[in-house]
């Protein structure tokens, strides 16, 4: 069923609402691990995401999430490209406006930042932990690696922010911490302009 935005059920803001950056309750998802949001690719949606990404996608199974003005945000793909290659990120983040506004984010050296944090905060290290086992746990049940590493430099360092601003997206708030605080650094540039 490839529902309309207008039809699309409405998702939770991201982040705790009283502003602060303290310790989140892992969220335990009342659905199957990855199922949450997962809509059909159209024929339409492929077309917007190869122009998205400038090329064909490679290994796309499901549209994860859609910006708020309706086009794809965040693809899952399959845990292997028809090939047979290894593809281990399981969920891309395909908007144009929102990837660029994360690799500028990502150009101050926040990601440093962050990963000193994680060595310095049980609670922050104990949910990225979570987060990691959740994105493992997820692209398992489609097909296994047969490896332990998941996406995004996850558990022990924060290296690809687009990586955890898709998770989120795709698997909601309290999932995926870093990904979370990613998009609360973002509020003021989205969603807005040709994503609102």
Known sequence: MNESPESAEPREPHGPQDGSRGPREPRVPAEPPGSRGLEPVS?????????????????????????????????????????????????????????????????????????????????????????????????????????????????GRVKCLHVHVAHSLACGPGINPIGDETLELLADSWPQGDCA
């Open 43 to 155: 024929e339409h949606d492929r077309a917007v995401v190869t122009e998205q990404l400038g090329r064909p996608p490679r290994g796309i199974r499901a549209i994860a999430y859609r910006c708020p003005s309706g086009h794809p945000g965040v693809v899952q793909t399959n845990p292997r490209l028809e090939d047979g290659t290894p593809f281990p990120t399981l969920y891309y983040l395909t908007c144009p406006r929102l990837c660029s506004l994360v690799s500028r984010l990502e150009s101050t050296g926040v990601m440093r930042e962050m990963t000193e944090r994680l060595a310095t905060d049980p609670d922050l290290g104990r949910a990225y932990l979570d987060a990691h086992r959740s994105y493992l746990a997820q692209r398992n049940a489609i097909e296994s690696l047969g490896t332990e590493v998941s996406a995004g430099g996850m558990p």
